[in-house]
């Protein structure tokens, strides 16, 4: 079975900074992207970007390119999401997701979530 | 960037009934949008890829169409755990984009 296990909850200050996880398992994690979603309350989501585990071959959607990175470390089935210096605006709740076929593709298995506050 | 449109915002409907749900895109996405159910506290769960097919497990009553520009999600006969808000998303053009929900409540 595939699963996607994201790290806990996170409550921050602006200027923080931040890494979330996402550990895949039940597949070959080297052999499928994973994307990192945006969710902010009451939207819709957001493609922020995606890594190709298994080279390390990162895409950003331009909104977000310059904000996060993206990585992963394939010997732990681990994908992160890192920011330097947090935001409020980045409060929002942050999946990952794995694609089934190629990098412009349909999200057939989710991450639980990983809620990010950011307040002072 | 692909701005994808949903209607309507909120959809009230009887269990048993017709839900019929609208999707258009900016420009043309070809065939490549999918659908999700979404679930309070919930992460998306993928319903329809390439605007009609059905991944493993997901139940016949809901199906897609179109292409081009305009998509619909149908609901054939509303069940209760159906209640929820529905996305759409195109993955034709990078970055790949979602509308911005359609929310199916119970009349």
């Known amino acids: 079975e595939v699963q996607l296990v994201q790290s806990g909850a996170e409550v921050k200050e602006p200027g923080e900074s931040l890494k979330i996880s996402c550990k895949g398992s039940?597949?070959?994690?080297?052999?499928?992207?994973i994307a990192w979603v945006r969710q902010m309350p009451g939207k819709g989501p957001e493609w922020m970007g995606i890594?190709?585990?298994?080279?390390?071959?990162?895409r950003y959607s331009p909104s977000f390119q310059g904000q996060v990175t993206i990585s992963a470390d394939k010997s732990i089935s681990t994908a992160y999401l890192h920011w330097s210096s947090l935001k409020a605006s980045d409060t929002a709740m942050y999946y990952c997701?794995?694609?089934?076929?190629?990098?412009?593709?349909?999200?057939?298995?989710w991450g639980q979530g990983t809620l990010v506050s950011v307040s002072s | 960037e692909i701005v994808m449109t949903q209607s309507p915002a909120t959809l009230s409907v009887s269990p048993g009934e017709r839900a019929t749900l609208s999707c258009r895109a900016s420009?043309?996405?070809?065939?490549?949008l999918a659908w999700y159910q979404q679930k309070p506290g919930q992460a998306p769960r993928l319903l329809i890829y390439?605007?009609?097919a059905r991944p493993t497990g997901i139940p016949t009553r809901f199906s897609g169409s179109g292409s081009g520009t305009d998509f619909t999600f149908t609901i054939s006969s509303l069940q209760s755990e159906d209640f929820a808000v529905y996305y759409c998303?195109?993955?034709?053009?990078?970055?790949?984009?979602f509308g911005q929900g359609t929310k199916v409540e119970i009349k």
């Open positions: 997701a794995r694609t089934t076929v190629g990098i412009t593709t349909w999200l057939e298995y």
């Open positions: 039940g597949y070959s994690f080297s052999s499928y992207w």
């Open positions: 890594i190709h585990p298994g080279d390390s071959d990162i």
């Open positions: 420009q043309s996405v070809r065939s490549n």
């Open positions: 390439t605007a009609s």
């Open positions: 998303q195109q993955y034709n053009n990078w970055p790949p984009t």
